[in-house]
């Protein structure tokens, strides 16, 4: 013999926020249909008719409402955060990575973009610490800390002998400026 259904209660207030919700062209589709589902629990319908009326299982009604009753606010019918997938490179492997593109090999006068290949990272990162890593992981690592070594260029090098007197003369104008 199946239970009866535990009713659901919304507040005047609420049941605003939560019929604008589903008016709104932007709710994502998941949360507007779990709207529906309190909306229509809300009205006296059991959670039978509910799950056919929205195409869904009644575990699934039953999983919202119990949430809603925990806590009833719209906020409560979002997604829960996830953890996701455990980084496959740690951290001070990612940390390593970072330190090596944004160095110099020790007497290479070169500039960095012309040292530094993805390749050559992951080559570096197994001479200093042991440890193989793909490019497309170094590659990983540099995009999510937006660093593109092969893209550095230098702006104040400057093959002119006279380069540094000039630049100390324009520095001091900037910090003591002619009346």
């Known amino acids: 013999m199946p239970q009866p259904a535990t009713p659901v209660h919304v507040s005047p207030s609420e049941r605003e926020r ?25 009205d006296g319908v059991g959670p039978a008719s509910v799950a056919r009326r929205l195409g869904c299982a009644v575990s699934t009604v039953d999983k919202w409402s119990a949430r809603w009753r925990q806590r009833p606010c719209l906020e ?8 996701g997938r455990p980084p496959s490179v740690g951290l001070e492997t990612r940390c390593e990575i970072v330190k090596i593109a944004c160095s110099r090999p ?3 006068k070169a500039p960095v973009r012309e040292v530094w290949t993805l390749d050559a990272i992951a080559a570096e990162l197994h001479v200093r610490t042991g440890i193989l890593v793909s490019r497309s992981s170094v590659h990983r690592v540099l995009q999510a800390r937006g660093l593109r070594p092969h893209r550095v260029r230098p702006w104040l090098h400057s093959p002119d002998p006279d380069f540094r007197p000039k630049v100390r003369r324009i520095c001091e104008l900037y910090l003591d400026p002619p009346k």
Do not use: H, K
């Open 18 to 42: 939560l019929e604008a919700c589903v008016r709104r062209t932007s709710t994502p589709q998941a949360l507007a249909q779990r709207v529906r589902m309190i909306l229509l629990r809300a």
């Open 76 to 83: 409560s019918l979002l997604d829960a955060p996830r953890s």
């Open 106 to 108: 020790d007497g290479c």
